[in-house]
């Protein structure tokens, strides 16, 4: 999926809230991309092994827990907790993909997906509009 489609779909399910949350939640979608073909991480990933290439450990659900429970423990609040939503909302997307997610990660390292959206693809393009006109309608609580 492309990056604005990840952003607006993480500020869709973030709805009606504060510019801080909405912020914490787009970064959340785009977070799990850190590994792209583009990003720093994909360069240290080539001699580092498989967790960090794309679509590894950054896009599992595996990780967005573990931050949120290591966060939880060293500040005892919820102020992570829209770009966790972030995090769930790109991988919730990327799963509709035909390259998957690793679900079940670090017990399998199968990938899982449904559907098979192409990135890019009108149907994406679809999505982001669909995802676009629900985030308006539920930010001015029309919805």
Do not use: C, W
Not at 38 to 63: M, Q, V
Not at 73 to 96: A, C, E, K, T, V
Not at 100 to 115: E, L, N, Q, T, W
């Amino acid at each position: 999926m492309l990056y604005s489609t990840h952003i607006i779909f993480a500020l869709f399910i973030e709805g009606r809230t504060s510019v801080l949350n909405l912020g914490l939640a787009a970064l959340g979608g785009l977070f799990p991309d850190l590994d792209s073909a583009t990003g720093k991480l994909s360069k240290i990933a080539k001699n580092r092994g498989e967790n960090l290439k794309h679509r590894g450990i950054l896009h599992t659900p595996f990780l967005a827990i573990a931050i949120f429970v290591i966060y939880y423990l060293l500040f005892r609040n919820l102020l992570i907790l829209p770009f966790i939503i972030g995090m769930f909302s790109h991988i919730l997307l990327d799963f509709l993909t035909g390259r998957g997610v690793m679900i079940f990660y670090p017990i399998s390292r199968k990938r899982f997906h449904i559907i098979g959206i192409k990135t890019g693809s009108l149907l994406e393009k679809m999505l982001f509009i669909v995802f676009f006109l629900g985030f308006l309608l539920r930010f001015f609580q029309i919805i």
